[in-house]
T-cell receptor, first 115, second 112 residues
Framework: EAGVTQFPSHSVIEKGQTVTLRCDPI?????LYWYRRVMGKEIKFLLH????????ESGMPNNRFLAERTGGTYSTLKVQPAELEDSGVYFC?????????????FGPGTRLTVL | QKEVEQDPGPLSVPEGAIVSLNCTYS??????FMWYRQYSRKGPELLMY????GNKEDGRFTAQVDKSSKYISLFIRDSQPSDSATYLC????????????FGSGTRLQVQP
């Protein structure tokens, strides 16, 4: 079974540019999460999709960040315009909807560098 | 103040040692407690999870939760060089919301 995949693995952009990160969850997982780890800090929650609906977006830092999950499969996270403080590693995770599953399966992350 | 405090280490131990990793937290609403292991350039991988207080054992790993003290621990017995990684504690509230709150992670190095 394929795990959570993320693309690209690394992105370097200039301040003010736009970047779109993609996450493909494990097939059949209705729950999809975005987290990020900025330099020297802990991993922090951004938002949670159930299928195509945003269940919880309380962690989104500001309106420069836009997450979508059209069709309830893969998700994208767009940062527009990017700022220096957006640099970090962006993780995607997914989990099934059955029972009280607490296991969120994480992808390898996208390392974003804003210059 | 952070909701979850975790000593960043690094922690260096000889092969075969017992390792103790800990986190403290401030939010009494946390009900699920997890330990993740993260190797360099990889995503976190779930090792153990515990609901509410108590102990849970899985092979060489034991997780303990003391809700009265807001303190959780992960013990690794007979540590191996392959256990060298960053260990992250994570927790979430009991109902509805599934967002995980992470500690900053402890780097563990097991010396052969």
């Amino acid at each position: 079974e394929a795990g959570v995949t993320q693309f690209p693995s690394h992105s370097v952009i200039e301040k003010g540019q736009t970047v779109t990160l993609r996450c493909d969850p494990i097939s059949g997982h209705d729950n999809l999460y975005w987290y990020r780890r900025v330099m020297g800090k802990e991993i922090k929650f951004l938002l949670h999709f159930v299928k195509e609906s945003k269940q919880d977006e309380s962690g989104m830092p500001n309106n420069r960040f836009l997450a979508e999950r059209t069709g309830g499969t893969y998700s994208t996270l767009k940062v527009q315009p990017a700022e220096l403080e957006d640099s970090g590693v962006y993780f995607c995770a997914s989990s099934p909807s059955t029972g009280l599953s607490n296991e969120q399966f994480f992808g390898p992350g996208t390392r974003l560098t804003v210059l | 103040q952070k909701e979850v405090e975790q000593d960043p280490g690094p922690l260096s131990v000889p092969e075969g040692a017992i390792v103790s990793l800990n986190c403290t937290y401030s939010n009494s609403a946390f009900q699920y407690f997890m330990w993740y292991r993260q190797y360099s350039r990889k995503g976190p991988e779930l090792l153990m999870y515990t609901y509410s207080s108590g102990n849970k054992e899985d092979g060489r790993f034991t997780a303990q939760v003391d809700k009265s003290s807001k303190y959780i621990s992960l013990f690794i017995r007979d540590s191996q060089p392959s256990d060298s990684a960053t260990y992250l504690c994570a927790m979430r509230v009991g109902t509805g919301r599934r967002a995980l709150t992470f500690g900053s992670g402890t780097r563990l190095q097991v010396q052969p």
